[in-house]
């Protein structure tokens, strides 16, 4: 089972956020899954998953996540990942698009039900240093 969650979460990452469907995420995120660090109001499940893949690609033209690292025991998978894009759309907050490329760096906590589908999920982002490669905060010196 770990070995199939663990296909399951890279697969999510990267083809389904590049270039699946709704359907594509129905299939994987349980209906009431929970996405710990989704905007507030985004509503659980296949919905506030598609949500943030829509924006994600209205922002980051071409898109796609190199996986570094995936874990997995029992029901849970981590993964070491980075994200590829050219900001080509406005970030919250009203900050308009760059054009700049951003290689940003995570890691995603991924718990799956009994059913094989995606309950839980955890990520924490770097995301000064994505400001930083966008030129929006000054680098350390």
């Known amino acids: 089972m770990s070995e199939r969650n663990k296909a399951a979460a890279v697969r999510l990452f990267t083809e389904i956020f590049p ?3 709704f359907e594509d995420v129905a299939a994987i995120v349980h209906p009431d899954g929970i996405g710990h660090e989704a905007q507030p109001g985004s509503p659980p499940g296949p919905e506030g998953v598609w949500r943030t893949i829509t924006f994600l690609r209205a922002t ?11 874990l997995a025991e029992g029901d849970l998978v981590a993964l070491h990942l980075t994200m590829h894009g050219k900001q ?3 970030l919250p907050g009203g900050i308009p698009a760059t054009g700049s490329t951003v290689a940003l760096r995570m890691m995603r906590v991924l718990r799956f039900g009994a059913d094989g589908k995606i309950a839980e999920d ?14 929006l905060a000054p680098s350390p010196t």
């Open 60 to 70: 980051f033209e071409g898109l796609s996540y190199e996986v570094h690292h995936a």
């Open 122 to 135: 955890w990520g924490i982002r770097d995301d000064l240093d994505m400001m930083r490669q966008l030129g």
């Open 19 to 21: 270039n699946g469907t």
């Open 88 to 90: 080509g759309g406005p």
